[in-house]
Nanobody, 123 residues
Framework: QVQLVESGGGLVQAGGSLRLSCTAT????????LGWFRQAPGKEREFVAA????????SYAESVKGRFTISRDNAKKTLYLEMNSLKPEDTATYYC????????????????WGQGTQVTVSS
């Protein structure tokens, strides 16, 4: 079983940057495809980005493409999300998860989740 802990969220002005981290304990981190999702108040959790175990495949939601970068360090058991040019609509709680089976764009495909980290972008 994998435990995930996100960190790095905070309050930032529009146009600013943040780097989120997701650190794993337990399980075999390098085996998993990993993803970032986010959930704003009153909205469903939505896909942000995903990455393969080897860093060879990265996928992004259209809304963040060109601004966000997903990466991972298997030796450190850590997943990252570099977020640049932040917009108020990026405000949400951000979650990392391990992909089980199914579409990487669907939260139902993910087996383990962290507790989330809040990102607030002011205008």
């Amino acid at each position: 079983q994998v435990q995930l802990v996100e960190s790095g969220g905070g309050l930032v002005q529009a146009g600013g940057s943040l780097r989120l981290s997701c650190t794993a304990t337990g399980g075999t981190f390098s085996r998993y495809k990993l993803g970032w999702f986010r959930q704003a108040p009153g909205k469903e959790r939505e896909f942000v980005a995903a990455i393969s175990w080897s860093n060879s495949m990265r996928s992004y939601a259209e809304s963040v493409k060109g601004r966000f970068t997903i990466s991972r360090d298997n030796a450190k058991k850590t997943l990252y999300l570099e977020m640049n040019s932040l917009k108020p609509e990026d405000t949400a709680t951000y979650y990392c998860g391990t992909l089980g089976s199914g579409s990487l764009y669907s939260e139902r495909s993910y087996d383990y989740w962290g507790q989330g980290t809040q990102v607030t972008v002011s205008s």
